[in-house]
Nanobody
């Protein structure tokens, strides 16, 4: 089992920045590729970004490319999502997830999920 706890969400104006953190506990963190997903009200959960077990490879959704950066610190058992140039359409609950294989973009491929953190971007 892997337990994931997100933090860092909040209310920010358009154009602002937030940094989300996800703290992991349980099994060896470096054995898991990590992903960030988000879900806005009335919409399906969507992929945001993912990072490989070593941190050497990353993948982003087109909607956040060049604005968001995913990173991880295996010594601290944490994954981060730096979000810059935020837009109102980025408003959602953000979830981190762990996958015991390689980078995936489908939520169904992830084994463990956090409870989410709310990000609200005002216009």
């Amino acid at each position: 089992q892997v337990q994931l706890v997100e933090s860092g969400g909040g209310l920010v104006q358009a154009g602002g920045s937030l940094r989300l953190s996800c703290a992991a506990s349980g099994r060896t963190f470096s054995n898991y590729a990590m992903g960030w997903f988000r879900q806005a009200p009335g919409k399906e959960r969507e992929f945001v970004a993912a990072i490989s077990r070593s941190g050497g490879s990353t993948v982003y959704a087109d909607s956040v490319k060049d604005r968001f950066t995913i990173s991880r610190d295996n010594a601290k058992n944490a994954v981060y999502l730096q979000m810059n140039s935020l837009k109102p359409e980025d408003t959602a609950v953000y979830y981190c997830a762990a996958n015991s294989f390689v980078i995936r973009v489908q939520s169904s491929e992830y084994d463990y999920w956090g409870q989410g953190t709310q990000v609200t971007v005002s216009s």
